[in-house]
């Protein structure tokens, strides 16, 4: 079974300038999920589809960040523009209904 | 904000001890899982444990729950110096989003 995809791995800005992050579920899962991480701390929940439909995105900043999920699969993550404190590890995940999630090796931002 | 916070905030063991780790959480859950993550890599799942479930057993970890404490504990026995890493716990609303909350986690470093 294929697990989460994650494009670019690793990618560095500097500040105001735009940045874009990709994301391939497993097969059949209809949740997913994008994560920010800051160094030394716990995954922050950015957004949740289902779907493609959100279903909580309490925590995006909206003003700088927007997601979608493409026809219910892929998703995609943009920040625009970035700033210094968005340098952290993005982290996309996915599951199917009230169970684990699978989580993708990630993005680290940096923000110059 | 963090629904789940764990303790210790790091923790050095000798390889072949045993090492626990604590998890406590705010409100009322239908579920709780840990994780796992090794530096530099995205998150995999090790254990969940629903709200009914007392204790869970899964190879070498052991899993309980407390419900009238709200809080949980991560025991790896016989560890090994691959059991190194950082362990986070997440636990879910009874709000039906099924969206999860992580904790800080606990950084696990097993001395060989």
């Known amino acids: 079974e294929a697990g989460v995809a994650q494009s670019p791995r690793y990618k560095i800005i500097e500040k105001r300038q735009s940045v874009a992050f990709w994301c391939n579920p497993i097969?059949?899962?209809?949740?997913l999920y994008w994560y920010q991480q800051i160094l030394g701390q716990g995954p922050k929940l950015l957004i949740q589809?289902?779907?493609?439909?959100?279903?909580?995105d309490s925590q995006l900043p909206k003003d700088r960040f927007s997601a979608e999920r493409l026809k219910g699969v892929d998703s995609t993550l943009k920040i625009q523009p970035a700033k210094l404190e968005d340098s952290a590890v993005y982290l996309c995940?996915?599951?199917?209904?009230?169970?684990?999630?699978?989580f993708g090796p990630g993005t680290r931002l940096t923000v110059l | 904000s963090q629904q789940g916070e764990e303790d210790p905030q790091a923790l050095s063991i000798q390889e072949g001890e045993n090492a626990t780790m604590n998890c406590s959480y705010k409100?009322?859950?239908?579920?709780l899982q840990w994780y796992r993550q090794n530096s530099g890599r995205g998150l995999v799942h090790l254990i969940l444990?629903?709200?009914?479930?007392r204790e869970k057993h899964s190879g070498r970890l052991r899993v309980t729950l407390d419900t009238s404490k709200k809080s949980s504990s991560l025991l790896i026995t016989a560890s090994r110096a691959a059991d190194t890493a950082s362990y986070f716990c997440?636990?879910?609303?009874?709000?039906?989003?099924?969206?999860?909350?992580f904790g800080t986690g606990t950084r696990l470093k097993v001395l060989a």
């Open positions: 995940a996915s599951s199917l209904e009230k169970s684990r999630q699978f």
């Open positions: 097969s059949g899962h209809a949740t």
């Open positions: 589809f289902q779907n493609n439909g959100v279903v909580d």
């Open positions: 409100t009322s859950i239908n579920n």
């Open positions: 444990i629903r709200s009914n479930e």
């Open positions: 997440a636990t879910d609303s009874t709000s039906g989003t099924y969206k999860y909350i």
